[in-house]
């Protein structure tokens, strides 16, 4: 298939990495001079600080519209706080690609099925760890697995993208709505206190006190989301796969860069507040976020 890739970012590179293997991959990056490096060079994957390989893709900037407008695939890798921009881009063209958006977090879905309805709208969830570490590289911190499924009636095109590639399988979901809850309450639990402990995913782990911060957090989640306490064992477990990894939370602070909390801490406490579940801890991590990005503060 064709793919565009939207957004070279650490989930963006490491998708067309990987997809590349199978698929004719054109990644398409916010300048120029991304694309520039990535036609030079490739996409480059680390793992472990070592590099595993290089894959030649294509490359095109967003601008460059006629170089991507007629592939089968868009796989939109942006973060949550760019989708608005994306759609309102493109909302009032006619014929646009099918689209598969990875992004954390939940209602992006529908808003997209409403601006784009002539086009499939798949639902995609990555458990991978993965941190960019330059226009063109990034490291594979965390083995996980990309599970899509579509919005409304079946797609085709989820047949087309399934893979075995061990390092990076694609899985069709049996329950799109339930995954994308389920990775929402993994999400819940480690992207906001990895981002105030300042630790990669495992270390949440490790200590004792924070296990159980973070055991109390996901209660929350679970009854916010309906959910049953037994879910904990996979956020475990994503914990474990990604023990070595940043939270893309954590990245995005790091960065100084605006983060997904409201898509995150902030859907779910309005999730809680339409099922009456009181969420102290919730809030409390969600205004702890909005601090560290300072929002509303003039310094
Ligand atoms: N990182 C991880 O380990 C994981 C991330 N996720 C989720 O995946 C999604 C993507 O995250 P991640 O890859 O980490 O985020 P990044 O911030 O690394 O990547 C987003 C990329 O989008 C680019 N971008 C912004 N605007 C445009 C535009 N108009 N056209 C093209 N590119 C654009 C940015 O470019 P620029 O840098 O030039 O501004 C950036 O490279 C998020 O929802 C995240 O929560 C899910 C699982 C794991
Ligand atoms: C899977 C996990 C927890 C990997 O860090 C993630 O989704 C993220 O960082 O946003």
């Not at 954390?104 to 099925?113: F, P, Q, T, V």
């Not at 309805?117 to 941190?131: D, K, P, W």
């Not at 879910?231 to 939370?249: D, F, I, K, L, Y």
Request: charged share 25%; net charge neutral; with cysteine.
């Amino acid at each position: 298939m064709k793919l565009a890739i939207i957004g070279g970012g650490a989930v963006g590179l490491l998708a067309a990495f990987y997809l590349g293997r199978e698929h004719d991959v054109t990644v398409v990056t916010r300048t120029a001079q991304q694309r520039d490096l990535l036609r030079k060079n490739g996409v480059c994957l680390m793992k472990e600080g070592q590099e595993e390989g290089v894959r030649l893709v294509k490359a095109a900037a967003f601008f460059e519209k006629h170089e991507y407008l007629k592939h089968d695939l868009w796989v939109v890798a942006l973060k949550q706080t760019m989708l608005p921009a994306f759609f309102k881009e493109w909302r009032h063209c006619a014929k646009l690609p099918d689209m598969l958006f990875v992004q954390n977090g939940i209602g992006h879905l529908e808003e997209a099925k409403k601006y784009f309805r002539a086009s499939a709208i798949l639902g995609g969830v990555i458990t991978h760890g993965a941190m960019k570490v330059d226009g063109n590289v990034v490291l594979h911190r965390g083995q996980g697995a990309l599970t899509v499924g579509a919005l409304g009636s079946r797609s085709d095109l989820i047949c087309r993208l399934l893979s075995e590639d061990s390092q990076f399988p694609v899985r069709e979901a049996d329950d799109l709505e339930r995954l994308l809850k389920r990775k929402l309450l993994t999400n819940l639990v480690v992207n906001p206190l990895t981002a105030l402990y300042g630790e990669r995913n495992g270390e949440l782990l490790k200590r004792e006190s924070w296990r159980e911060n973070a055991y109390q957090l996901f209660l929350e989640g679970a009854a916010a989301l309906d959910l049953g306490r037994d879910e904990w064992e996979q956020v475990v477990r994503v914990m474990e796969a990604t023990a070595g990894n940043e939270s893309s939370m954590l990245q995005d602070i790091k960065r100084g860069k605006e983060t997904e909390v409201d898509a995150i801490t902030g859907y779910l406490l309005k999730q809680g507040a339409k099922n009456g579940v009181d969420m102290p801890l919730t809030a409390f991590v969600h205004r702890s976020i909005a601090g560290l990005e300072r929002r509303g503060e003039n310094g």
